[in-house]
């Protein structure tokens, strides 16, 4: 099976959250990944609890522990990703910065990083400005690992926008832009597989006409 193979619905793995139990920005996600799922994909969620089981990345180590391996892993066979982070004094957490640190592992990859891959950025932020420059912050770190940002990214205001359970949120705008965040991922992850698809058929059928011209020749030489 290859990566792209057009029989297989894309994967799309969710990366973000926060330790605590009820995290706004890990349900913001799970709406982004439902918009994912309604638009043809499979996904796999990797919340505030996994990402706090991983150790601090150590570059200069070359043991991993199981939760890494298992998160490369996914990343790795993965058509699109969706990263939602909390706005942490200014920046993108820790807790989620560390586990993209972590694809570092990825850099000799034949798809290095998150190469050829869409990523939907979503932020949680008690206010705005932090909402929007959190927001651009993920985004540049994604453009740092080769990763393709989709063209609508969410910032979320959890002073105004409340997320009671993981299935309900005060605001149906909100829902809307993080099932639109995560439709964008599944519809790129299609279309570039079918691209794909599309180029090695034309490599298949130009191979087949060299093959064809090649008989010819030697038809004519006997
Ligand atoms: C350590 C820490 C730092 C924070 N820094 C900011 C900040 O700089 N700007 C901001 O708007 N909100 C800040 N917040 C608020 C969080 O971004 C906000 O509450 C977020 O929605 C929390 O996500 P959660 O519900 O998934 O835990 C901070 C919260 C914590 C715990």
Redesign the pocket.
């Known amino acids: 099976m290859t990566r792209f193979d057009k029989n297989r619905r894309p994967l799309v793995i969710g990366i973000g959250?926060?330790?605590?139990a009820?995290?706004?920005?890990?349900?913001a996600l799970g709406f982004a990944l439902r918009g994912a799922e309604q638009a043809g994909a499979r996904t796999r969620l990797f919340g505030?609890a996994f990402l706090h089981s991983l150790p601090h990345y150590a570059p200069e180590s070359a043991q991993r522990t199981d939760e890494q391996r298992e998160l490369i892993e996914a990343v790795r066979h993965a058509d699109a990703l969706i990263i939602a982070t909390?706005?942490?004094?200014?920046?993108v957490?820790g807790l989620v910065k560390n586990a993209l640190d972590t694809l570092e592992e990825l850099r000799a990859d034949e798809r290095p990083y998150l190469d050829g891959r869409a990523v939907g950025c979503i932020v949680?932020?008690?206010?705005w400005?932090?909402?929007g420059s959190?927001l651009t912050s993920l985004r540049s770190i994604v453009h740092a690992l080769r990763g393709w940002p989709t063209p609508f990214g969410a910032g979320?205001n959890?002073l105004e926008t409340r997320?009671e359970t993981a299935d309900t949120c005060s605001d149906p705008k909100v829902v809307d832009q993080l099932a639109t965040v995560g439709q964008q991922a599944a519809q790129f992850a299609l279309a570039f597989r079918s691209h794909h698809a599309g180029h090695a058929a034309a490599h298949a059928a130009s191979d087949d006409a060299d093959d064809a011209r090649g008989s010819r020749v030697l038809a004519l030489a006997n």
Do not use: K
């Open positions: 959250g926060t330790t605590r009820a995290s706004s920005t890990e349900r505030g909390p706005g942490y004094h200014g920046g957490s949680t932020a008690y206010g400005q932090a909402a959190v979320i959890t997320f």
